[in-house]
Each structure stands twice: as C-alpha cells, then as structure tokens.
C-alpha cells in the first residue's frame, strides 16, 4: 500500500540536528526519508568520499545513527559486496547493506565496482543520490551533468554532452528491481526504498537532488525545483520490477494528464544554465521528449 | 619465537547533535510558525515533510529547534496556509 500523508511516515529521525550539508540539501532531504525506511538499527551503510561523507561528519562525531563504513572513492559497491559476505559469514543476514553514492562515484568513478557487485548479484541496495555533478570538491561536471550545464570544468563552452543514460547501463545486468526517485516526492521515496529493502539480490536506486550552490537557485526552492524536474519531464519516475517498467507519483499523474512545463520553464531559474542557447534548448528537448516517449511505451506495454 | 601482536586499530565516530556546531549560527532569516493559521486540526505537516534537516517537531503546537535550524526557507515556502514567516 502507498503511503499517503505525512503523518504515515515513522516519526524517529536517524540523522541528528546540526549536521555539515548546506542548508537546502537535497541530499539530505533524500537521507532523511529513505533512513525512515530501513531499519538503521539493521543496516550498514557504505559510503564514498562525496557530499554524504561530508554530511556523516569529522570523527570523533556523526549526525547520523546507522552504522556507516567510508570507502575509497571507487570501491563502494566492492566495500558493500564485503560487508554482504562478512554478515553472511557470522550469520547475520538479517542486516541490509546499503551504498549510497553520488553520481560522479556511481556514473563515472564507481561504474567498475558496481557492475561487478550487480553481475554477482550481490545481495544489496545501491543507492545513487544524483546532483549532476562533483559538488563536494567545487561543482565540476561528471557524465552525469546534463547538456548545457557551465560547471567548475566545463566554465566557457558548458558542457556539450547528454547526461549518461546510467539505468540502461544498470538494467543490462537484469537485477530484480530498479526505482527513480525525487526528495520533493517523499512518499514515493520512502516507499521505494522500502520495497527495494525487502526484495533480495541486488536493487538499484538513483534519486535526483537538486543541489542548491550547485545548480544556482535560491533555497527556499529546493521542494520547487524537485517537482520542476519531474514536471518538465527531465526527470522520470519509475519503479522497473523484473523488467518491467511502471511510472509511479507524478509521473504516473503526468502520463495521464500530459506534461505542461518545457525544458526552457525548467532551465531559467538556475544558474548553472546561465549560457544555455536556443538551440542547446531545443536539442535538451528533444532529448526529454523521446525518453518520455519511450518510457510512456514501456508502461503502457507493462 | 614472540607471539604475534594482533590488533586492529578503528576509528569510529559516535553520533551526537551539533557535528557541525550550533548551525543555527548560518541563520540570515529565522522561520517563525503563527500557530493561529496553523492550529493542528487536519494540519499537513508540510513543513516537517519537506525539511532537510529535520528541525521541525511533528507534535503540535509545532516547534522548530532554532538552535540547528539553518534558514533555508523551505517549511516557509511550502506551508500552504502561509503560516510561517522568515524574519531577519
Ligand atoms: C580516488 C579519489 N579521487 C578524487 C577524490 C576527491 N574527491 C572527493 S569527493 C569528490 C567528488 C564526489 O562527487 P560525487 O560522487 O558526485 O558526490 P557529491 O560530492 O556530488 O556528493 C572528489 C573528486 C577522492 N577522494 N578520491
Ligand atoms: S554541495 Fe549540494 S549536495 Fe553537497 S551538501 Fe551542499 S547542497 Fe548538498
Ligand atoms: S506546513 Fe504550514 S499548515 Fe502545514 S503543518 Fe506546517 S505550519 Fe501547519
Ligand atoms: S528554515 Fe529550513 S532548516 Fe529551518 S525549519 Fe525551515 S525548512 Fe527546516
């Protein structure tokens, strides 16, 4: 059953007061709920150098109650492999392993270690939290960054590639669930992730959040500009059970009623796309256009 | 022949409030809740829903920990009864 209200959600929170994020983090938001639904009391979490390292603190304190391994930048989901076979080792699998990644330790950095863990359908969940880029070291452009994006590396041209297509990447290795998410869609996060915690084999998620400093946009927006990249359809949400693909919250909504909001309604309040041109508008899209048209097929087919 | 000396050295942090400091200290507005517009009766909790941090109590009349808060204006922003006002 989905949730559907606020008051739905388990009151405890796991990650303390007062922690390093910015104000406005995506990021956070996105741990806040999906720590609701796990069981942190049976959960370990691997974590690479990133923002979320950032967010779990400078010993010999964390903001965070799940216990938490660091791992070097592209050994997350290696890391996460060991944690499964060491818990099978002393009988304890009834603890979930979950990584949570960015998407320059996912999409670029992690990619090796991560098909690995998938293809030996390694008993975990992954968790990409994607802000399109390498925001912890200063904002510069990973394959993860969409088209026409200036970063930190791309300063004068912005960046001339589309974003990586990662979840075509993911569903080649035919795990048995994958799911999109957005922290402006709490409800549909936190039961994703909790879907994704009683399944067995390998789950991928991967949670668009928008980074406020990184993207160029006021704070108070972050809820706003969630929904934004849901609504202009630059962002999908799906669930894809078995192969099987399912829009799920607004998307689902969207695919009934249509979209209404365009990728030039999306890009004006950032930054980021200070230099976008008409052209570079058109082509994103475009390229918005027929992942929707694809992804609308493949519900409809169910 | 000596034994060996096995011993595996670990950092481990220990969870605390304030990891980063009294972060109420980042504040350039402060949300202020008028609790006349936002009652408790069929109230939405928006404002707990959607705030990164976790600062906002989920009992009512609703408290926000302005120790930790950080400003961000988002429970103002998406409070659909406009009851709550960021005041510098
Ligand atoms: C092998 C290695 N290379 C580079 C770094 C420096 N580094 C630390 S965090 C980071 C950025 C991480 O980006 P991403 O994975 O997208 O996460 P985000 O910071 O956006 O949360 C980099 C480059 C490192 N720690 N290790
Ligand atoms: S840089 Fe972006 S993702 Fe990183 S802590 Fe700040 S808001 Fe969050
Ligand atoms: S969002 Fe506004 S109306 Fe809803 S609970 Fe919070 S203060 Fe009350
Ligand atoms: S201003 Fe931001 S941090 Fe403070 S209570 Fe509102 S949403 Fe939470």
Redesign the interface.
């Known amino acids: 059953m989905a949730t559907r209200a606020a008051r739905d959600l388990p009151t405890e929170e796991f990650i303390l007061p007062g922690s390093r994020s910015c104000a406005a983090c995506g990021l956070m938001l996105t741990y806040r709920h999906a720590l609701k639904a796990l069981d942190p009391g049976k959960t370990l979490v691997a974590v690479p150098a990133s923002c979320m390292t950032v967010l779990h603190g400078v010993y010999p304190i964390t903001p965070v109650k799940v216990t938490c391994i660091n791992t070097p930048f592209a050994a997350t989901a290696a890391s996460a492999s060991g944690l499964v076979a060491g818990l099978k080792a002393i009988k304890r699998e009834d603890y979930t392993v979950v990584a949570f990644a960015g998407d320059g330790g996912t999409y670029d950095i992690g990619i090796q270690a991560l098909s690995g863990a998938l293809e030996r359908g390694t008993n975990f969940m992954y968790v990409c939290y994607d802000n399109e880029g390498y925001m912890n070291t200063g904002t510069q452009r990973s394959s993860a960054s969409p088209a026409a994006a200036v970063t930190s590396t791309t300063p004068i041209l912005a960046k001339a590639q589309h974003k990586k297509d990662m979840i075509r990447i993911v569903e080649a290795h035919r795990i048995p669930y994958i799911a999109t998410a957005s922290p402006s869609f709490p409800l549909d996060l936190f039961d994703k992730v909790k879907t994704a915690k009683d399944i067995r084999g390998s789950r991928y998620l991967e949670v668009l959040a928008p980074c406020p400093p990184g993207w160029g946009f006021p704070n108070k927006d972050l809820i706003k500009m969630g929904k934004l990249t849901v609504e202009c359809g630059i962002h999908v949400l799906y669930e894809i059970r078995e192969g099987r693909l399912r829009l799920t919250s607004r998307s689902l909504v969207l695919a009934e009623k249509g979209r209404k909001k365009t990728i030039a309604d999306y890009v004006k309040g950032q930054t980021r796309f200070k230099k976008i041109s008409k052209d570079q508008i058109d082509a994103l899209q475009q390229w918005t256009d027929q992942r929707w048209e694809e992804f609308l097929q493949r519900h409809n087919r169910g | 022949m000596a034994d060996k000396i096995r011993e595996t050295v670990m950092?481990?942090?220990?969870?605390?409030?304030?990891?980063?400091?009294?972060?109420g200290d980042?504040r350039s507005y402060t949300p202020v809740i008028d609790h006349e517009k936002c009652t408790g009766k069929d109230s939405?909790?928006?404002c707990?829903?959607?705030c990164?941090?976790?600062?906002i109590s989920?009992e009512f009349p609703l408290e926000i920990?302005l120790?930790?808060c950080?400003?961000?204006?988002?429970c103002?922003?998406?409070c659909p009864r406009k009851a709550i006002t960021?005041v510098e």
């Open positions: 950092a481990i942090s220990r969870p605390a409030p304030g990891e980063a400091g009294r972060t980042w939405c909790l928006y707990w829903l959607y990164p941090d976790g600062v989920r920990d120790e930790y950080k400003g961000c204006g988002v103002a922003e998406e960021m």
